[in-house]
């Protein structure tokens, strides 16, 4: 095991905080805006709803009515994401919503919720409407915006912190769709959670290395998916560790060197794409009980 290996539940784990300067403009530049937007689109990834979710948020946007928009279902499992889809709608002032690249979302199903939870009062002829679209890094509101506007407006990359200021679109006759970047919070208490997001991709990787976060992963995948382990790198009953499944990933993948070592980071980071990518299979590691 390479020295800078632990397991994030235990103490000798390097701790996530993330909170880069940009992010800090870019809360101010929210609660600036604030008084200015009618609703709130705030994307949690599907797969981790609850450790997506950003406590300042809730604290910048208390007043305004929200939608969540559960992003990236095709990773996900779908009866799970259903549920959270129910239990987010049970919330009062907030309507959840699924998004998926195999499914995208339409301008109208989006306006149609807004207007739901808009009230009346302050529907005025000819007046403007603004939606914002927040959330964490990487969870796809630049994406959410080209699908929505149908037109690729909006840059969109595979990396957290890819927006780096608000952008503004016209999204239908009197509605307006403000793009945001990707926002953290100074400080992550909840650790487990931040290994979480750091599985989907959320957290740069100078904040945290690709070895410490695979090997969270492989406790989490050996604790409640075994099957997909199996199915994808043939590991079997025997093996009972994090240690033993990254092993076996590196053999079966040829992640060795010439002097027949095992190639840690290599190994970290095909379990990681795998994840990633959905080749693991529709994985969500998180349940409603959790939010
Ligand atoms: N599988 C899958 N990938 C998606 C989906 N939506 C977005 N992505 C991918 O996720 C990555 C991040 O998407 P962006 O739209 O740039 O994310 P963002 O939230 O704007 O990211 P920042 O601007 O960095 O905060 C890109 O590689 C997208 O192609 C989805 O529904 N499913
Ligand atoms: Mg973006």
């Known amino acids: 095991m390479p020295a800078n290996i632990a397991s994030p539940i235990e103490e000798t784990t390097m701790a996530i905080n993330w909170y880069p300067g940009h992010m800090n403009k870019a809360r101010k530049e929210l609660s600036k805006i604030i008084p200015t937007i009618d609703l709130v689109i705030e994307l949690l990834d599907s797969r981790a709803p609850n ?6 948020l809730d604290e910048i946007t208390a007043s305004v009515p929200r939608i969540n928009v559960l992003s990236k279902a095709d990773l996900a499992d779908p009866a799970i994401t259903n549920l959270w889809q129910t239990t987010i709608n049970e919330s ?3 309507r959840c919503l699924v998004s998926s690249t195999t499914s995208p979302l339409r301008a109208q199903a989006v306006i149609e919720c807004a207007r739901k939870l808009i009230s009346k009062e302050s529907r005025r002829p000819n007046y403007n409407y603004q ?14 915006l080209n699908v929505l506007s149908e037109r690729k407006l909006a ?4 990396e957290p912190a890819v927006t ?4 503004r679109i016209k999204l239908a ?6 793009d945001t970047p990707g926002m953290m919070w100074p400080k992550l208490e909840d650790q487990n959670g931040a290994y979480r997001l750091a599985m989907t991709g959320t957290i740069r990787n100078t904040a945290v290395e690709a070895e410490d976060i695979a090997w969270f992963a492989a406790e989490e995948l050996l604790s409640g998916f075994r099957a997909n382990l199996s199915n994808r790198y043939g590991i079997t009953e025997q093996i009972t560790t994090a240690e033993q499944v990254l092993e076996s990933i590196a053999v079966t993948r040829g992640a060795i060197s010439k002097r027949g070592q095992i190639d840690w980071h290599k190994t970290a980071e095909i379990l990681l794409n795998d994840f990633r990518s959905g080749k693991l299979g529709r994985i969500s590691l998180e349940r409603p009980s959790t939010l």
């Not at 840059?155 to 595979?158: A, D, L, P, V, Y």
């Open 92 to 94: 009062k002032n907030r």
């Open 155 to 158: 840059k969109t990359g595979n």
């Open 131 to 144: 939606i914002l679209i927040t959330g964490i890094p990487n969870v796809g509101k630049s994406t959410l």
């Open 173 to 178: 006759e009197n509605w307006y769709l403000i």
């Open 164 to 167: 780096q200021r608000q952008q």
């Open 51 to 56: 450790a997506s979710k950003n406590p300042l």
